[in-house]
């Protein structure tokens, strides 16, 4: 077995071990439990940083037709029901690996904030090991080349998430946390149907092999999945993944299952749970039905900038600061299905970088509101305002990923946001032209509400609420949140760091669809 | 004419009836009540291994005419008839305490017991329609009097209901057999597939279609199928809990068994496909959205177990689709329908193993209400009991429930039932929404005493409150629950055992 193969499976079984451990220990060891929670997320992000190798493998090793268009950096394949077409096969390549360092940087930094504070409603321990069970999901989601195992990864984070919302939640937390479970179940199951509609049409249910530029000689041989098929196949799979990212008009169990949602549980949710979704319709549903996705890009694309003008709208009219970060996701989200709508290199490179950047921005978005309403005891835009006044390193702060969020140019949320419109335009037909048109007409709406929150919070005379608030930040807080707002600089500086990686398997999966 | 009897064959037959006798002498001569729970335990050990040691032997038949067997030992009998043992040992040690408190017959209840696994033996190696009926009523009609055991108002309701719905299903299918051998002049299974296989006009014969549809429709009485289902929930609310918990693993098995013999390959799929289609359908949506509703545990029990026995059938209906009739799309939608079996009956015997342990010996299963917080009481039995409940609704942790309902979409996939996966897919949702609601209950929080309802405080008074769990439940928690994560990681143990 291979280095890359030993840390393939390491990063999944070292959270794994780790959150049975965390449960174990004994509630008076409620602190040791966690800071060996934050260990044991150390090693894992350790373990992703190691799996960086990119070299392996050069561009031209992708050219040529009937090639598989996933060449993952490690790889490995090991039988576990073969009855079930279930195989253990584990691979990362440039359209995963940043999403799997995302991950494991995003449970860090919770499970270290959960070392500073732990929500009220249950033991700390648990909802770390909780954490760790759902990074063991996500992780196994991104880094899964099986197709049933892509499908049982992608239940596993189901139930703990819904516990996390359930348990540590707001006042609303259990209709919440139901919500959740069931639309998102909902998702799965139709993505249980669509797999297995795959499956059953192509007899295999090994991503590598079924992701394939279309190959005369290829195609002849083993048939390929038929048209018909694949259009339901997508469509299937699409609805799946549309819940979960989500795609208006899907998405209403997110503002819910946000504002409820403790604030580590926010940060997870919007931070990568979100990104199965979309990693999902990119790597599943158009590489496995390229055909069926480009049937349905029209009507994605056309969701995809209505969840982007609804998003806005509502965002506009928002009261509750969660609320409004919640509603802003469905927005950001709506740029990041365009980009995958459109089907050119450009746009899918957009999706990814524009994953990559709402997960940082809006995870420290969800940082910044709950430390805001842990501090003022309300999330109410019209009892919030001042910051600035009272509490000026947190506004400023608020300040730059409001601003981050909205797509200034030089921050990471930019790249997603301006080339899916940019893709839009490349796309060149009337239709897409005037979903470009719409997209950049969202993109100032964001701006107007992100700039509408600023007022309304940072400015102006403090409220009540906000001048009792103890002003200061903690060190845990500069701790979890520093990586963040660096690394929102950073690849808004050097967007490449993402970009290099996703060329290459981008192109090659371009390849495959007609 | 003399028949050579292979007794190899009828081994686990042999010990199963044989337990049976033993049960009756020892409770007669011996009078002892831990005298006659060995030899009843002993017994039903001796019928699994009894089992296994004639599966290792290969495949064998007795009793047979010229071209058909009525006695067919292969693994797939072995296999059956080592589940009823084993489930026939697992309710025996639920009912530890409840036998304890002597309000039940010791001898008679084993006894009973032992009678109903002999009949769930022969019924997995039956070869004709006869000796499937006579095997399912052997199996059923002990349980009449299980019910009733426990002389109370809702236990002689139950006993009643139940004996009158299943008298009546016995008919119908007796009736459909009747028929179908009037029309076809055959009763052993495999004399009928080739009739069928031969005479292609016999299905333009009206006649022919009644008759399958009543051997279908009466054997669906006993997987509790829409329509067909109402006795199951006050059967099961009137019953002592160790025998609902037989009556929705053991019993249901059986129906599941039967179901699968004359579908197989016997009867016409072209009239059973449709049939059993659109009861799937039926089942799995009125008993997930009537569970909705229910305010008491092992009512809600029941109605789940209706919506699983959708999700079992559902497999069979997709011979409707021409795709699925060809020998290995049927190799894999009975493969899949045995091996949701299997999943099923471990994880809602855990369930039910859980319920007898939070309760007192001699309750009944009472109302969710009541289990407010049992989770932070006893962390363990709730622990089980959340993972049998998740696996129930097929999520993660619940793995081994999470392959169940994998192995049923991918067959009722590869057998062209798209729309049939899609209604299975959906019914998981609604589903979820019930056990969950349980899931929660277990964990909530205590509410502070002079809110706290009327049951809830009769719950926690310190008389209700158990002391501890007798070692026969906690045992047969343990190793369902053990068994349930050990098939839940490796699915392939049942995947290949479903396959003999």
């Known amino acids: ?514 | 004419m003399t028949q050579s009897v292979d007794h190899v064959a009828l081994l686990p037959a042999y010990l199963a009836a044989g337990t049976a006798v033993l049960v009756l002498l020892t409770d007669l001569l011996l009078a002892r009540r831990s005298a006659v729970l060995l030899v009843t335990a002993t017994g039903a050990v001796a019928t699994t291994v009894g089992a296994a040691a004639a599966a290792r032997s290969g495949p064998r038949q007795t009793f047979c005419v010229q071209d058909a067997c009525s006695y067919l030992a292969n693994g797939r009998a072995a296999l059956v008839a080592a589940l009823f043992a084993l489930l026939t040992l697992g309710v025996l040690a639920l009912s530890g305490p409840l036998l304890r408190t002597t309000q039940i017959p010791t001898g008679e209840f084993c006894f009973l017991l032992a009678c109903s696994m002999t009949g769930g033996v022969v019924l997995g190696a039956a070869g004709d329609l006869i000796t499937l009926i006579v095997a399912l009523e052997a199996l059923t009609l002990p349980l009449f009097a299980l019910v009733g055991l426990r002389r109370s108002v809702a236990s002689a309701e139950a006993a009643l209901t139940f004996f009158v719905v299943s008298v009546v299903a016995t008919a119908v299918t007796l009736l459909g057999a009747a028929l179908l051998y009037a029309v076809t002049g055959a009763v052993h299974l495999r004399s009928l597939e080739a009739v069928f296989a031969d005479g292609a006009g016999l299905l333009k014969v009206p006649l022919t279609a009644v008759a399958v549809a009543l051997v279908v429709l009466g054997l669906a009485f006993k997987v509790a199928a829409v329509p067909f289902h109402v006795w199951a929930p006050t059967t099961y609310d009137g019953a002592p809990m160790p025998v609902a918990a037989y009556l929705s693993t053991a019993s249901k098995l059986g129906g599941v068994v039967a179901l699968l013999a004359v579908t197989e390959f016997s009867l016409p799929a072209s009239v059973t496909g449709p049939v059993l289609a659109v009861l799937a359908v039926l089942t799995m949506t009125v008993g997930n959205l009537v569970a909705l509703r229910q305010r008491r545990m092992v009512r809600l029990l029941a109605w789940s177990s209706v919506a699983q026995a959708g999700y079992i059938i559902a497999p069979l209906g997709a011979f409707m689709w021409g795709a699925s009739r060809e020998l290995p799309a049927v190799r894999t939608v009975v493969a899949a329908v045995l091996a949701y079996t299997v999943f099923y009956v471990v994880m809602e015997f855990a369930a039910f193993a859980a319920v007898v342990a939070l309760r007192p010996p001699n309750a009944d299963g009472g109302s969710i209400a009541a289990y407010r917080g049992a989770a932070r009481r006893h962390p363990w039995i709730g622990a089980a009991f959340v993972l049998a409940l998740v696996g129930l609704a097929g999520l993660p942790p619940g793995l081994a429930g999470l392959f169940a309902k994998v192995v049923v979409v991918r067959a009722l996939l590869a057998g062209g039932a798209g729309w049939l996966a899609v209604v299975v897919a959906l019914n998981a949702v609604i589903g979820l929404a019930y056990y969950l609601r349980i899931v929660a209950k277990l964990y909530a929080p205590m509410p502070a005493p002079d809110r706290a309802a009327e049951p809830v405080a009769a719950m926690t008074s310190p008389a209700h409150r158990q002391a501890r769990v007798g070692w026969t439940v906690a045992a047969a928690l343990a190793a369902a629950t053990v068994v349930a994560i050990v098939i839940g990681f490796a699915p392939q143990l049942i995947l290949d055992l479903v396959a003999v």
């Open chain 1, 1 to 514: 077995m291979s280095v890359g193969q030993v840390l393939l499976i390491a990063l999944l079984a070292v959270p794994a071990v780790g959150a049975v451990l965390v449960a174990a220990l004994p509630k008076r060891r409620d602190r040791v439990a966690r800071a060996v929670g934050v260990g044991f997320t150390a090693v894992a992000f350790l373990l992703s940083l190691l799996l960086y190798a990119p070299a392996n493998i050069g561009w031209f090793a992708y050219s040529g037709t009937g090639r598989p268009a996933i060449m993952p950096w490690h790889e490995v394949n090991l039988p576990w029901a073969p009855g079930l077409d279930l195989h253990f096969h584990l691979g990362v390549d440039g359209i995963s690996y940043p999403l799997v360092l995302l991950t494991t940087l995003l449970t860090l930094l919770c499970c270290a904030y959960t070392l500073w504070r732990v929500p009220d409603g249950g033991p700390g321990r648990l909802l770390v090991a909780l954490l760790l069970v759902i990074e063991v999901g996500i992780l196994g989601t991104f880094l899964a080349l099986d197709l049933v195992l892509f499908f049982v990864f992608f239940e596993v984070v189901l139930l703990p998430m819904y516990a996390v919302i359930a348990v540590w939640g707001g006042a609303q937390r259990r209709r919440a946390a139901r919500k959740f479970v069931l639309y998102t179940l909902l998702g799965s199951v139709l993505l249980l149907v669509g797999v297995f509609t795959v499956v059953a049409a192509a007899g295999t249910s090994d991503l590598v092999a079924l992701v394939r530029a279309p190959d005369a000689a290829v195609f002849a041989l083993d048939g390929g999945i038929p048209r018909s098929t694949q259009v339901a196949a997508f469509i299937l799979l699409a609805l799946a993944f549309a819940v979960k990212s989500p795609l208006w008009p899907l998405h209403t169990w997110l503002p819910d299952a946000h504002t409820q949602a403790p604030t580590v549980g926010s940060v997870i949710l919007a931070g990568v749970l979100l990104k199965m979704g979309t990693y999902g319709l990119i790597r599943v549903a158009v590489g496995v039905a390229p055909e069926g996705a480009r049937f349905a890009a029209p009507v994605l694309g056309l969701l995809a900038v209505a969840a982007i003008i609804v998003g806005s709208l509502v965002c506009l009219a928002q009261t509750e600061l969660k609320r409004l970060i919640a509603y802003s996701s469905v927005s950001h989200m709506g740029f990041v299905l365009l980009g995958i709508a459109t089907l050119t290199a450009t746009g899918i490179q957009a999706a990814l970088i524009g994953n990559i950047a709402h997960g940082i921005i809006t995870g420290l978005l969800f940082f910044l509101a709950g430390a805001i309403k842990d501090r003022t005891r309300t999330g109410l835009l019209a009892q919030l305002g001042g910051l600035r006044e009272s509490m000026p390193r947190l506004a400023g702060l608020l300040g730059f990923a409001a601003i981050a969020s909205l797509g200034l140019p030089g921050l990471a949320g930019f790249w997603g946001e301006a080339f899916a419109v940019v893709a839009a335009f490349q796309v060149g037909s009337p239709f897409w032209i005037a979903l470009g048109v719409l997209a950049a007409i969202g993109g100032a709406l964001t701006a107007a509400y992100f700039l509408r929150l600023l007022r309304r919070v940072t400015h102006g005379s403090p409220s009540p609420a906000v001048a009792r608030a103890v002003p200061g930040l903690a060190g845990a807080e500069v701790a979890t949140w520093s990586p963040l707002v660096l690394l929102t600089l950073v690849i808004g500086l050097v967007p490449v760091l993402v970009l290099g990686v996703t060329d290459d398997p981008v192109r090659s999966l371009l390849e495959a669809v007609p």
